[in-house]
């Protein structure tokens, strides 16, 4: 059976790294990138590293996307990870235009993001900072919205947990992060109920320090 003609042409051409300052700037890159951005891109990059290519069109060796992380590995001018596209100056103007505006019509699940935050960590502050503001941002469903979520269950199925939210300073929260991953590493938590494993960390930490320094 003939296969059927690709309704989405592939325009990634190759791979590549070479770096920073031989890549080529777009004129027409509209995108302004704040100083609390390049902080966190920064905190990014070092925490977990090149994740992403930037793009760049070898027809006009103009970058497509990914400006502010080459602007961050010019520094120390490292190597920097690339797609490389073949399109048209006029769809590179499209491509420049739409690229990040149809990923920021993205919407939020709230209640995903919230599961998830619960289980992450970064010694990075502009991470924290960043990670800080999306929780804020977050409308967790009151308690009738919950028992909508759950419909008819009956009671006893109901998981018996709590959600718990505190505001901390920037080196408060640096201590905090050290202490969860150092609980963490203490070993698996076998006899918790909690898949949560911030909220089993958070839990041995506190049972280490009532038995250590509590009072009968």
């Not at 777009?26 to 951005?37: D, E, S, T």
């Not at 420049?96 to 990075?124: K, S, Y």
Request: net charge negative; proline share 4%.
């Amino acid at each position: 059976m003939a296969k059927a003609q690709e309704v989405f042409q592939n325009r990634i051409i190759g791979y590549a790294t070479k770096p920073a300052d031989q890549f080529q700037a777009n004129a027409l890159n509209y995108r302004k990138h704040p100083q609390r951005q390049r902080d966190a891109v920064n905190g990014s990059l070092r925490e977990l590293g090149w994740i992403a290519a930037v793009i760049e069109n070898v027809r006009t060796g103009n970058l497509v996307d990914g400006h502010e992380r080459v602007w961050q590995a010019l520094r120390n001018n490292e190597d920097v990870p690339y797609l490389q596209v073949d399109l048209s100056e006029e769809e590179e103007r499209l491509a420049l235009a739409i690229f990040d505006p149809i990923t920021n019509m993205a919407e939020t699940d709230a209640v995903i993001l919230n599961e998830l935050l619960q289980d992450v960590n970064t010694g990075e502050a502009a991470l924290q900072e960043l990670l800080a503001t999306l929780a804020e941002s977050i409308t967790v469903p009151d308690g009738d919205e919950w028992a909508a979520g759950f419909g008819n269950l009956p009671t006893e199925d109901k998981a018996p947990f709590q959600q718990m939210t505190f505001t901390l300073h920037d080196t408060q929260a640096e201590q905090v992060t050290e202490a969860i991953r150092i609980a963490k590493a203490a070993g698996a938590f076998v006899d918790s109920p909690n898949e949560n494993s911030n909220g089993n960390a958070l839990a041995r930490i506190c049972e280490t320090y009532i038995t250590d320094y509590g009072q009968s």
